[in-house]
């Protein structure tokens, strides 16, 4: 009996053994097949078939035909009572350097019928739910969470630099899928996440701000016949800032139409910092003793327009800014005479005085009514109207900035201009813009217009080694401002976005075509508000502009720099 047994075990593990490669062969056709008839290019080394686990995948690939990618070292499935996945080292690679990485899980799978099914998170540690079900006309994906310790579970990175810790998440994620449209609702809040920090440079090491509580609620539908995308609200929370806001979007596939609104609540410019890992801008912290206190703000804002047509965008715009108290000093003591230093080309550090004692400083009051009517009219139209930030540009900047593939185009308005120039570095990065946001508010709290406009003129750059309108203009043309030109004025305030950038635009003492169609277009312009009369405009056109230093302005090589007055 015990030898008839051990025959017919013996006999079925040699079947088994015989039929294992075809087998293989098999499963490994059905799970392409089954990835390619849901949009999947499905990639195995191995698919093996055995004891335990019963099925084994080693080096798997799913690839859509977008930029994601999900890959795994090792998949082992059982189905002993229930479905069940272990699987090992995953990677979701996606868009922009994106990507999340799972050590070690462990799933059940469940309801499989069809192309419907559920699966629970089981391993390490149970709290997510994600199911898909199908109907006649609608399909839906939904995703549960339930305290779930995502910071612990997944890596989540771009460009190998961490990007995001999740903390313990609960809430949930619908998609409903159809021909027609895409219907989704997200609710989620976070406990100590960490955001990343906004320093933006690639030599420093990567990091993450502090814990916070993330708050996110967003509802809304894509339709795909009409082109069109709703979402009637959002609110997001974090700790220092508190924002809701709409979009409708029309005419998606063609011409599209945007119709959005923002309403910030609440904005601690420093608990925010705080939150996106950053330090206050240079000489704003008041030690460790007294936390630093950068003022509050509320927003209200609206932008309406079509996307081809920049111009087009109607925006409004509510700012109300509640300043410290006190004061931070390296604000106030811009009210009197001061020396802000700035690095040379050659790393040297240098005091530029901007108080009347100092032969190079220009009041404002000497500075000619048509350079300032120019400098307006190119940087900032709506200087003497705007609360230091104006969101009107924003949009055609963004726009252009999206057409050319980068930041080409900017929407800094002078005050914005002056905080970068003042207190921060001259790096693209989201981290500054924060910074440069609150520098703005502080300065249009502390200073009237008139100050702001004349520490600009007296502190921006114009050429390598070149700062304030009255070196500029000897430097430029060897005369004093009030004696220039309106094609020298023109000239001086059309190189202000590029000023080392544009020095070979006039490297032979005279602009080239390109420079001098940005200064006859600064012309049409005072032409247009009767800046300047017909006569004076046709005389500008003629002017030959000859440059006569052309900016290159040789620094001592050991300058000390100046002590800053009380």
């Known amino acids: 009996m015990l030898a008839g047994t051990a025959a017919a075990q013996l006999a079925l593990g040699s079947v088994a053994l015989a039929l294992r490669p075809a087998l293989e062969r098999a499963l490994r056709a059905r799970i392409e097949s089954e990835g390619a008839r849901r949009g999947l290019i499905v990639r195995m080394e191995t698919v093996r078939v055995g004891l335990w686990p019963p099925l084994r995948l080693t080096g798997v690939a799913l690839e859509t035909r977008s930029s994601w990618r999900l890959s795994a070292d090792q998949v082992d499935i059982s189905w002993i009572g229930r479905t069940h996945l272990r699987v090992k080292n995953a990677l979701l690679g996606g868009p922009a350097g994106l990507t999340l990485a799972a050590a070690s ?69 619908l998609l409903k899928t159809s021909e027609a449209s895409v219907r989704f609702d997200g ?35 894509w339709s795909r016949a009409q082109g069109t995308l709703e979402i009637p609200r959002w609110s997001a929370e974090v700790e220092g800032a508190s924002m809701s806001g709409s979009l409708m979007a029309h005419d998606l596939e063609a011409d599209p139409a945007v119709d959005l609104a923002l309403d910030v609540q609440r904005v601690d410019f420093a608990r925010l910092m705080r939150t996106w890992g950053l330090e206050p801008p240079e000489g704003l912290g008041r030690g460790a003793a007294a936390p630093v206190d950068l003022g509050s703000a509320t927003l209200a804002a609206t932008a309406k327009g079509r996307v081809s ?117 001259h790096e693209k990065e ?27 003129l007296n502190v921006i750059q114009w050429g390598p080694n070149l700062y304030g309108l009255r070196p500029a203009a000897r430097a430029y043309f060897d005369r004093e401002p009030a004696e220039l030109s309106p094609a020298q004025m023109a000239f001086l305030v059309s190189i202000i976005p590029g000023p080392v950038k544009y020095q070979s635009s006039f490297a032979h003492g005279t602009p080239g075509p390109g420079l001098r169609k940005l200064v006859d277009g600064l012309l049409a312009k005072l032409r247009s508000v009767d800046a300047l009369t017909d006569e004076e405009y046709q005389s500008a056109l003629a002017e030959d502009i000859v440059v006569e230093g052309r900016g290159a302005r040789p620094e001592p090589a050991a300058e000390a720099p100046q002590t800053q007055p009380e």
């Not at 612990?152 to 999740?166: A, E, I, Q």
């Not at 960490?194 to 690639?202: E, Q, S």
């Open 105 to 173: 899980t462990g799933w059940d799978l469940a309801g499989v019928r069809g192309d419907d099914f559920t699966m629970a998170l089981k391993e390490p540690q149970e709290g997510l739910v994600l199911s898909r079900t199908s109907g006649l006309q609608e399909r839906a994906w939904s995703v549960t969470l339930e305290n779930l310790p995502v910071g612990r579970l997944l890596d989540v990175k771009r460009f190998n630099r961490p990007l995001l810790d999740g903390g313990m998440i609960r809430g949930s994620l």
């Open 430 to 456: 989201l981290g500054r813009k924060l910074q440069e946001l609150a520098l703005t508010c502080l300065l249009e709290a502390a200073l009237d217009k008139r100050r702001i406009l004349e520490i600009y």
């Open 309 to 425: 047509e920049p111009a087009s965008f109607v925006v409004t715009q509510k700012l109300d800014f509640t300043p410290p108290q006190p004061m931070p000093p390296a604000i106030m003591r811009l009210r009197g005479g001061f020396v802000h230093e700035v690095t040379l080309e050659t790393g040297a550090r240098r005091g530029i005085d901007v108080s009347p004692v100092s032969p190079d400083f220009i009041a404002l009051s000497d500075v000619p009514p048509l350079f300032l009517r120019a400098l307006l009219i190119a940087e900032d139209a709506g200087f003497y109207g705007h609360p230091g930030i104006d969101l009107r540009e924003l949009p055609s900047a963004l726009i252009t900035d999206w057409n050319r593939g980068g930041a080409a185009r900017g929407a800094s308005t002078i005050t914005q201009q002056l905080a970068k120039n003042l207190f921060l570095s």
């Open 187 to 221: 609710d989620l809040a976070a406990r100590s996440a960490r955001l990343p920090a906004l320093t933006g440079d690639p030599l420093k090491p990567a990091g993450l701000g502090k814990p916070t509580e993330v708050l996110a609620k967003i509802s809304g539908v």
